[in-house]
């Protein structure tokens, strides 16, 4: 997709100027390391399912064996995935202080995996599952051997409570990194978005929380017509272009 390069350069000079710049994240970023996105004609996975049957809590509590074929599968899928180039650019702003650091859609942890340290993860992860009990942590590898196991629900070892994973379904309440999150976007002067169709709630009132605003990202978001700088095309090609407007600035 041909892109003005003046865009780069704008989105360059935003950075720049910014005194404090946070990023959110939505799943385009991550379909380049193989995961397919939620939305997206044609591709998305809720094209293929009905999420409120697949990742609701509705579902994981009255019919866990549901839950545990369909909606867990789902989680699990996205346990070998690999950073890829967006992923490593967005650690690499954040050791060099151009971004303050990442509030995230996204459960695959590929943000971690790239060497990002501050990421407010608003929908939860799925490294960990935890009793909904006693809040037992457990690895995401015991949840599944556990499954694995025929064990469902899974239980936990020190209480009998029952083990869930630390995701944010369909009918859960928010995390306190949303919390989190808000409070660092409120304190920011931009805001890039990057692979997020902000059309999940409560997420997609957190640009409303900035002055400027770059959003990159492949469609139309609601919030394109106040952004300073809309791209569309890759997280990678966007990014790539965005830090070499930067290093020219410094030479």
């Known amino acids: ?3 003005d390069t003046n865009v780069y350069e704008k989105a360059a000079e ?34 293929k399912m009905d999420p409120m049957e697949a990742l609701s809590t509705r579902v994981l509590y009255n019919d866990p064996i549901k839950f545990y074929n369909n909606g867990f599968k789902i989680l699990l899928s996205m346990k070998d995935a690999r950073p890829n180039k967006a992923h490593y650019i967005l650690a690499q702003m954040e050791d060099e202080g151009l971004i303050s650091g990442i509030i995230t859609q996204n459960i695959d942890n590929l943000h971690q995996k790239a060497g990002s340290h501050r ?21 995401i590898d015991v949840l599944n051997d556990k499954i694995e196991k025929r064990e469902i629900p899974p239980i936990c070892d020190k209480c009998n409570g029952i083990l869930r994973p630390d995701v944010v379904m369909f009918g ?30 409560p997420v997609n009132f957190l ?10 990202n492949k469609t139309r978001t609601p919030e ?11 997280a990678s090609e966007a990014l790539s272009n965005i830090i070499t407007y930067l290093n020219k600035e410094e030479k």
């Open 1 to 3: 997709m041909n892109v």
């Open 14 to 47: 935003l950075i720049k100027k910014s005194k404090k710049t946070i990023v959110l994240t939505g799943a385009g970023i991550s379909t380049e390391s193989g995961i397919p996105d939620f939305r997206s004609p044609g591709t998305g996975l809720w094209e």
């Open 119 to 139: 990421i407010f993860e608003v929908h939860g992860q799925t490294r960990t599952g935890s009793c909904m009990n006693c809040g037992t942590k457990v690895s």
């Open 172 to 201: 859960d309440p928010m995390p306190e990194d949303f919390e989190k999150a808000w409070h660092e976007a409120s304190n920011s002067d931009l805001m890039i978005v990057i692979g997020s169709s902000l059309t999940v709630s």
């Open 207 to 216: 640009p409303g929380l900035v002055k400027h605003l770059i959003i990159i």
């Open 224 to 234: 394109d017509n106040r952004a300073d700088v809309v791209i569309r095309c890759s």
